[in-house]
């Protein structure tokens, strides 16, 4: 069975807690990732997400669309739209506040001998895409989404290996 440390992206893209998060989602556009942990001073407090940005973004203003046909029973309908000028703002006021106020302080770390199997089990139930992953108490490696496909055809191609059947079944 694969192991975490077979499969894992490393070295690893961070970002600080105190680094705005304009700069932030810069570096992950810039290094193709979607996410990234937050360390400081050695220690991850947090990860940092597209996803965390998009949920931080807060718009107020909104303007009201005839829905036609009415999909209401009781007549005229309207649907709330976000203006696309309000979430344009929206993001510049997000995008000069630190990371530590967007990210999700909740983290899931795994250990880099466990398997495959495993990482994957921790994800779905944590309903996470990625996950850290230590050694000894450092950083060494990230395991994310497209490293879980990745894994799975390579256990897929071992001759030892049936594939998902044996990525599914009992250990």
Known sequence: ??????????????????????????????KDVS???????????????EADVLRSLKTTKKSLRLVFPSIS??????????????LLEAYEEVGGRPVREVMSTEVHTVDTDITLKEAVMT?????????????????????????VIKGLAQDRNDKNSNGLASFLGPE
């Open 1 to 30: 069975m694969t192991k975490v440390e077979e499969i894992m992206t490393s070295p690893v893209v961070t970002v600080t807690p105190d680094m705005p998060v304009r700069e932030a989602a810069s570096l992950l556009s810039e």
């Open 35 to 49: 996410g990234a942990p937050v360390v400081d001073q050695g220690k991850i407090v947090g990860v940092f997400s």
């Open 73 to 86: 029973s009781i007549g005229i309908a309207f649907q709330e739209e976000v203006v696309q000028r309000e």
């Open 123 to 147: 994800m779905v139930l944590n309903d996470v895409n990625r996950l850290p992953v230590m050694r000894g108490g450092e950083l060494v490696g990230i395991v994310t989404r497209g490293d």
